[in-house]
């Protein structure tokens, strides 16, 4: 399986178009490398390419990445649809910049389906350009994918705030497993993630590369970077500080954070935090990095 870091921050990207944060100002310097929003493409064959989560990126993500060039014929494209780990806008919205492709599927957990049409009506809007077909994934049931067996594990019920009048129970946050059956090797995608969940251990276990929720490097931090006197918590976002000691007992697995808020301090390769990271031999690559397993 070969699977791309399309983007690798949280929603707003690197610098955010509002923030004067010290580390935003550096990166509109170019002192430190921007990047854009958290999506993966994956695939098993080489030649399905699914994206995982769409970000508003997507056009240039597409553009940058040559294994999702479209052809040979002129409307083309490896890119055989989208697969949600939840509603956020960060990671549905890209899906509009998709609208009139052909024979598109999306895949999420029901909660999303439905966010997605009755909380802000996405699948009608883009269903009128040219339809997708939505498929609801089940929690721990699998399903094959461009030759890889893709799993839904449930980790959380953290909804997007458009949807926050919903009445609707159930997991509305997802995490994938991607288990190639020619190489034997597994990847766990779960960029949202607010607590450590019961029976993850061994999902990260059985796991040859996990990419896991690395917003923000502290609980605290959105305040002492932007000012802001709310102080604000972690927002349904397990902060590093936590998760770092948890990822520590996995040290043969391919350890990657990423949906790094703009205020992280991991985005600076030469911050104390990002000497953290790296003594525990884990990391925070940049876009366009690919992983093969
Ligand atoms: C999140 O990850 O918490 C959301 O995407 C926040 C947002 O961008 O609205
Ligand atoms: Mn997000
Ligand atoms: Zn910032």
Redesign the pocket.
């Known amino acids: 399986m070969k699977a791309v870091l399309l983007g690798t921050t949280?929603?707003?990207g690197f610098p955010q178009w509002n923030c004067a944060c010290a580390l935003c100002v550096r990166a509109r310097s170019g002192e430190l490398p921007s990047r854009s929003q958290d999506c993966l493409a994956i695939s098993g064959n080489g030649t399905d390419w699914w994206l995982v989560n769409a970000s508003p990126d997507i056009r240039t993500q597409i553009a940058a990445c040559s294994l999702l060039n479209p052809g040979p014929g002129p409307r083309d494209t490896p890119i055989r649809g989208a697969l949600f780990t939840d509603a956020?806008?960060?990671?549905t919205l890209g899906l509009l910049t998709l609208r009139g492709g052909a024979g598109l599927t999306v895949w999420a957990p029901g909660t999303v389906l439905h966010a997605l049409q009755d909380q802000f009506d996405l699948r009608t809007v883009i269903d009128g350009y040219a339809p997708l077909a939505w498929r609801q994934v089940e929690a721990d049931q699998s399903f094959d994918l461009g030759g890889l067996r893709v799993s839904a594990i449930p980790i959380s019920g953290k909804r997007?705030?458009y949807a926050r009048s919903s009445t609707v129970d159930g997991h509305w946050v997802v995490a994938y497993r991607f288990a190639d059956p020619v190489t034997g090797g597994v990847l766990v995608y779960a960029p949202?993630l607010a607590s450590w969940p019961a029976g993850f251990d061994d999902v990260v276990a059985g796991a040859d590369c996990l990419l896991l929720d690395g917003?923000f490097y502290a609980a605290s931090e959105m305040g002492s970077a932007t000012g802001s006197s709310s102080g604000q918590a972690a927002?349904?976002?397990l902060p590093i500080t936590h998760s770092l000691p948890e990822l520590r007992r996995f040290p043969d697995v391919r350890r990657i954070y990423t949906?790094l808020n703009n205020t992280n301090p991991v985005l600076d390769p030469e911050s104390a935090e990002s000497v953290k990271l790296r003594e525990a031999g884990v990391e925070a690559p940049l876009d366009g990095t690919v992983i093969e397993l």
């Open positions: 949280a929603g707003g956020e806008l960060d990671h997007p705030k949202c917003t927002m349904g976002h949906h």
